[in-house]
């Protein structure tokens, strides 16, 4: 056993059972971050004030909240959102944060693409971030199940319909994930399990894993420049600290992610109280009704590009091409053969690739939602092929890239 | 410069997308009707300045009108309950005592002479093949038609409240509350759901409610949507234009036009808000206290950000 002593204060007392000024050290006064960073470097902050947003206001709404398929719509529509105290409150935090959530977690990928922060020691980071992003996917359809409306209904119905895998027919892989033959109880019920305790311990564990991962290859910068943190922290602790390229996580880091997190909350809440249509579909404010398809089924606006890559093709190509969407951001470190690690400007063909591909899934994402006639359905049709190309496109281009 | 660079791109992006998914693509997927004011332009002007005294006869007597509908006001109660009504009509005759203020006035004028032209159900209503609607049309009592009319409205505008005093409860039971339920304000086609000290009264009640839509089912083909939530659903512009001519949105639907006045359809909207949108006052107000705090907070965000960042540029 360690040897311990008559603590002269609290601190020292947790101190000599936690070591709780080393975990300081390690976790923000000398966890160190490079200077040359801009605000994109902030939006890893802003997801996790946004998660805690998500993850406060979904305790308030679970508390009257009931998955069962004949109160869940009147529990958020009429309980929620009449009876309790400011409960209208927390549908529209946590409907807004859902949305939002994934704008940001956007903005963040394409800056670690950008800034080819997937590389040279970094693979884990992006595939963690990859698989939060599937999660947070899982955890947004399956919270999109709850109020039992319509879009619930229905979005159920056609994306539990793609596990039969087209010609496969596996109808009784669909009936396993519904425990029924078209979404009812059961199929509320589990999915309410997934979104209020199995995927958010995912997520929670994915972002452990995540932090976990930016230790050893620290974050990147805006050049790409290989950074002695050794040589640089010595340096900053020496006094040099305008002279030092890095800078502690707390509070130096964390000054600039909090005013930057300042100017996005005035943004989030102006959303939550004034503009919150966007996030909370009015089809989904009708009763969910097996026996009336609404006119327009679509995914809410982050899964559209993903949508869009599956519906101008037949059944089986579609769906090929959907689980081509799926997995391949996840092997973009591998796909990528070039071994610069610089901003895209500074990277020849690739420059072109970054913002095609960005356009692409606007395209994409656009026409995901219109109805998929005339020059709509052209228009994705082709969008999906460049995407495809684009991604069968990247090794070759990369390969041949000059070392910069 | 670089950073601000950064976020005009960021933005530009943001918004383009925005764009596409929400305005754009909305506009392009529903159909968009414009509002005719509640003008009725298609139907006749009343040309004829009304009675209010020779209406009260007209009403009462040979226009026939209490055969089938209450004026509450006068005391004149309804030959059939709501139930009894819609079983013989397929749904409950209107009270009168409020229809002078409830319903434009030229409506009324074409609807007392023509009830399937004017409510917009002709294709269901065909009277060459013997499909009567319920109301029976007013042939004239003898006298100049349209002063006849005109003294019928003159006498319902005479006993309406005044429009100051329509509430928006009065105004959606009177103009819609005989077809839709509102769940959420415990409204039912048959009248407001009390709560009951015994479970069998409760249950006498719904069986009426139960009863009054079976009838109303036959009548319209299908029940008609419970609209607690539309307010939400479908939102305040598609509602009114829905309202003034539901064949403009839903071709051969068997929903009448309704005929209310635009005060009318204000105050039904009104009501519909309160029933789907009930924190929206609320809403404002705690809006702007969070803006404000939240914006001190960015503040105090910036101010720390140059204190922490002033040694080490």
Known sequence: MAHFTKATSIKDWLNQRLAIEKVEKVLASEYWIPKNINFLWAMGMILVVTFALLLVSGIFLLMYYQPNVDLAFDSVN???????????????????????????????????????SYKKGREMIWISGMLLFIAFSAEAFSGYMLPWGQMSYWAGMVITNLFAGGSLHADGLVEWIRGDYVPAQAFLSRFFMLHVLLIPLAIIGLIGLHFGALRIPHVNNQDGEEIDFDEESKKYLAGDKAGSKVIRFANDFMAKDMMVVGFYLVFFFYLVFYHYGFAMDPVNFDPADGLKTPAHIYPEWYFLWSYEILRPFSTDIGLMAFAFAQVIFMLLPFLDRSPNAVPASRRGLFKYWFWAMLVDMIALTAMGKLPPEGAFSTIGLVAALVFIGLWIALPVITYFEKKA | MKELLILVVVTVFTLVTYYLVEPFAHATLHKHVE?????????????????????????????????????????????????????????????????????????????????AHTLMVEHKFDESKGEMHPMIPFYGAGGDIEQETADMIAYLQSIAVSSEKLTPAMAFENACGRCHGVKYEKWTQVGTKSSFKHKKDELAFDIKVLDYQDSLKAYMGKLPPDLSMYIRSRGEHYISTFMENPQNYLEGTSMPRVGVSADTAEKVIEYLEDAGDTKRHEREETGKYVMIYIIIFAIFGVLWKRQVWRDLH
Request: with cysteine; aromatic share 12%; hydrophobic share 45%.
């Open chain 1, 78 to 116: 009429y309980t929620i959102m009449r009876e309790v105290g400011y409960g209208w409150l927390w549908r529209h935090v946590h409907g807004v944060a859902a949305s939002v959530v994934f704008l940001i977690i956007y903005i963040h990928m394409f800056t670690g693409i950008y800034y080819g």
């Open chain 2, 35 to 115: 509002s005719e004011a509640f003008a009725y332009a298609d139907l006749p002007a009343i040309t004829k300045l009304g009675d209010a005294t020779r209406g009260k006869e007209l009403v009462l007597g040979a226009g026939a009108c209490t055969g089938c509908h209450s004026i509450n006001v006068a005391d004149i109660s309804a030959p059939m309950d709501a139930v009894g009504a819609a079983g013989a009509y397929g749904v409950n005759p209107p009270d009168l005592s409020n229809a002078g203020v409830v319903y434009d006035e030229k409506f009324l004028n074409a609807l007392i002479k023509n009830p």
